[in-house]
């Protein structure tokens, strides 16, 4: 079955550095439409970030420049790189996959991984 397992958060102050991991398994990952989203208490889960099965990636706004998405494909992991964090980007942060060939709604979701930045 399809498993999705974020590891790499914690607590930083803003302007630092964290990198998130999802560790992937069950289905195809190199086929795979990969992405991360985050949630605070309260709010909706938003959109953070997509990376395409052809390695296009898209950003949410808030975070273009900041985040980067990446894949290893050989390893199965996810990664979301993020730069210059804000207390604003203080969530719990999900790993989203969509296995289905190229096809990017995601169905599956990991538990989360929190993240918090203080000023």
């Known amino acids: 079955q399809v498993q999705l397992v974020e590891t790499g958060g914690g607590s930083v102050q803003a302007g630092g550095s964290l990198r998130l991991s999802c560790a992937a398994s069950?289905?195809?990952?190199?086929?795979?439409?990969m992405g991360w989203f985050r949630q605070v208490p309260g709010k909706e889960r938003e959109w953070v970030a997509t990376?395409?099965?052809?390695?296009?990636?898209r950003y949410d706004d808030s975070v273009k420049g900041r985040f980067t998405i990446s894949k290893d494909n050989a390893r199965n992991i996810l990664y979301l790189q993020m730069n210059s964090l804000k207390p604003e980007d203080t969530a719990m942060y999900y790993c989203?996959?969509?296995?289905?060939?190229?096809?990017?709604?995601?169905?599956?979701w990991g538990q989360g991984t929190q993240v918090t930045v203080s000023s």
């Open positions: 989203a996959a969509d296995p289905r060939l190229d096809r990017c709604a995601f169905s599956y």
């Open positions: 990376m395409y099965r052809i390695a296009i990636t």
């Open positions: 069950g289905f195809t990952f190199s086929d795979a439409c």
